[in-house]
C-alpha cells in the first residue's frame, strides 16, 4: 500500500504541475490538430487510399504529439534541483517512474481523446460499433508510448539537446507496438472489427506494453542514479 501511495503522489504532482502551466498539452494538442488538419488537404479525405491509411497516419500524429509531453516529464524537475531531491527522497526508483508514466499517460491519452473526434470529422470516419475497440488499441498504444517516452525522458534529460534525443531513442524501440496499434487502428476506422488475424496485432501490442513496462521497472534505478 505504502509504494501505491507513493506512485500516486508522484503522479498527482505532476499532473498538477502540468495543469498549472498547460505548457506541454497545450503544445501537444495544438501540434496534433494543426497535422491532422493538414493531412486532411494533402489526402484527399474520400480516397479509398487514405482510408487504407489512416491508421498510419493517426499514429504518426499521436506519436509526434505525444514526445512533446513526455519530454516535459522529468525536464521540469531541473529547475532548483529537484530532480536530485526526488531521486534522494525515501521513495523506490519504481515508485517514482510509475508515478511520472501515469501523469504522462493520463496527458499522452488526453490529447489522443481530443484528436479522436477531430480526426472523425476531417477524414469523414464513422466510428460507430468500432469505438470500443478502438479506445481499447488507442490505450494500449498510448501506454507503450508513455512507458518508453518516460523511461528515455530520465535518461536524456541532462543532455543538451534532449528534445531531438528523446524521439530518435524512442521511435526505433517503439516501431513494434506503434506497428501493431496502426494496423489495428486501420481495420477498426475501414469498419472491421478484431477478428482471428488481426487478433495477433492486439496479442503483440499487448505483449510489448508488457515487456516495455517490465524492462524500464527493472533498469529504472540504474538510469535514475547511473
Same mark, same amino acid.
Given at each position: ?26 503544445? *501537444? ?13 494533402? %489526402? ?29 516529464? %522529468? ?26 508514466? +501515469? ?11 481530443? *484528436? ?5 470529422? %476531417? ?29 528515455? *525522458? ?29 494496423? +489495428? ?14 487478433? +495477433? ?26
Amino acid at each position: 500500500m505504502e509504494f501505491l501511495r507513493q506512485v500516486f503522489v508522484i503522479a498527482h504532482k505532476d499532473v498538477r504541475a502540468e495543469l498549472r502551466t498547460k505548457e506541454a498539452v497545450n503544445a *501537444s494538442l495544438a501540434f496534433a490538430l494543426v497535422v491532422l488538419l493538414l493531412f486532411s488537404f494533402a %489526402f484527399d479525405p474520400e480516397s479509398d487510399t487514405t482510408r487504407e491509411i489512416a491508421g498510419g497516419l493517426l499514429w504518426i500524429v499521436f506519436a509526434f504529439a505525444g514526445a512533446l509531453v513526455l519530454n516535459r516529464s %522529468f525536464a521540469r524537475e531541473l529547475p532548483n534541483d529537484c530532480l536530485d531531491g526526488l531521486i534522494a527522497a525515501p521513495i523506490s526508483g519504481a515508485a517514482l517512474f510509475l508515478g511520472k508514466a +501515469l501523469a504522462n499517460y493520463a496527458l499522452v491519452l488526453s490529447v489522443e481523446l481530443i *484528436s479522436l473526434p477531430v480526426f472523425a470529422i %476531417f477524414y469523414n470516419v464513422h466510428l460507430g460499433t468500432q469505438l470500443p475497440e478502438l479506445l481499447l488499441v488507442l490505450a494500449l498504444g498510448a501506454w507503450a508510448l508513455t512507458v518508453i517516452g518516460t523511461m528515455f *525522458s530520465a535518461l536524456t534529460v541532462n543532455i543538451r539537446l534532449r528534445e531531438v534525443m528523446l524521439p530518435v531513442l524512442t521511435y526505433p524501440i517503439l516501431s513494434p507496438a506503434l506497428m501493431g496499434a496502426m494496423r +489495428l487502428t486501420t481495420g477498426l476506422v475501414l469498419g472491421t472489427a478484431i477478428d482471428k488475424d488481426t487478433f +495477433l496485432w492486439l496479442k503483440l501490442l499487448i505483449g510489448f506494453d508488457v515487456m516495455y513496462t517490465a524492462a524500464a521497472l527493472m533498469l529504472v534505478d540504474f538510469v535514475l542514479v547511473g
